[in-house]
Nanobody, 116 residues
Framework: QVQLVESGGGLVQAGGSLRLSCAAS????????MGWYRQAPGKQRELVAG???????NYGDSVKGRFTISRDNGKNMVYLQMNSLKPEDTAVYYC??????????WGQGTQVTVSS
């Protein structure tokens, strides 16, 4: 069965950096375009960055130039390097397929809190 385990979140001051990791299992990881999503309190989950199976990436306007998504198909991992963090980046971050949640599944996410 699908399993996505996010890690690397934490509390950081504005301007700081974090690197999130997502370990995927139960899928043929290399064929999926993957994304990082986030959900802030009281808001809908939004896509912040995506990466194709071949490594092409795209970003939401709010994170462009600050976040970098990458993947390692050999390790079934996807990463999100987050620099110049802002308080408005505070959210729970999830990884999943760009085509929608795999088998309707979401992992537990990882909390990112940016203090001003």
């Amino acid at each position: 069965q699908v399993q996505l385990v996010e890690s690397g979140g934490g509390l950081v001051q504005a301007g700081g950096s974090l690197r999130l990791s997502c370990a995927a299992s139960g899928i043929i990881f290399r064929i999926y375009a993957m994304g990082w999503y986030r959900q802030a309190p009281g808001k809908q989950r939004e896509l912040v960055a995506g990466i194709t199976s071949g490594g092409n990436s795209n970003y939401g306007d709010s994170v462009k130039g600050r976040f970098t998504i990458s993947r390692d198909n050999g390790k079934n991992m996807v990463y999100l390097q987050m620099n110049s963090l802002k308080p408005e980046d505070t959210a729970v971050y999830y990884c999943n397929s760009l085509g929608g949640p795999l088998n309707g599944y979401w992992g537990q996410g990882t909390q990112v809190t940016v203090s001003s």
